[in-house]
């Protein structure tokens, strides 16, 4: 197991062996790629999209004490971020198009052919709070992702959880499917809760 697990990477294991069990068996927490399956056929990648300023943000939020005015820290996060700050502990964070995901696509298939442990196939998983997933946006997605999916060693399955669905796109096939990820959310989130 690596020494630094990111919460997305355990994330992605619970949600990609309860929705795709069959595809991947257990999956073991690894590192380049994140997440292998026991016997070395796939290898799955791991990314959150959010932007590391925004997962600041975020946990600045979290940690906020409530109704008072925000910090200089959560104004200038904001800024960093595009967020407007409109009132009194009201932020108002506009959705990305879900074209935002071809730029770290990209990032990721250049790490890819640049040196991971050797698989049968590599997958990605893409994660946002940020990006919106709406129906018309999935074709050109796909069409987009199947365009850069070009180099030596190229994804087969990209997973994107973004606005309480999962797509996954098969590049290999040039199709996709989409899967609401609420009642796997929220009975990850209540195990974890009842852990505590």
Not at 98 to 115: D, T
């Amino acid at each position: 197991m690596p020494g630094r697990v990111s919460p997305y990477e355990i994330y992605a294991k619970h949600i990609l062996e309860a929705m795709y069990g069959q595809r991947y068996g257990t999956l073991l927490l690894r590192d380049k790629p994140d997440l292998q399956t026991i016997d070395g056929a796939a290898g799955i990648e791991v990314m959150s999209v959010n932007g590391e300023a925004f997962e600041r943000l975020v946990t600045e939020i979290a940690i906020s004490e409530p109704y008072q005015a925000p910090t200089d820290r959560i104004l200038r996060l904001c800024a960093d971020c595009g967020i407007a700050y409109r009132a009194w502990q009201t932020y108002v964070i506009n959705p990305l198009p879900a074209s935002g995901f071809i730029e770290p696509f990209k990032r990721k298939l250049r790490k890819l052919n640049a040196g991971y442990t050797f698989l049968g196939r590599y997958d990605l998983f893409l994660y946002s709070d940020r990006h919106t997933m709406d129906d018309y946006e999935l074709e050109p997605l796909l069409e987009a992702l199947c365009a850069e999916n070009r180099a030596p060693i190229c994804y087969h399955y990209v997973y994107i959880d973004a606005a309480g669905r999962l797509a996954c796109f098969d590049l290999a096939h040039g199709e996709y499917e989409i899967r609401s990820t609420g009642k796997i959310r929220s009975t990850l989130f209540s195990d974890a809760s009842g852990q505590a």
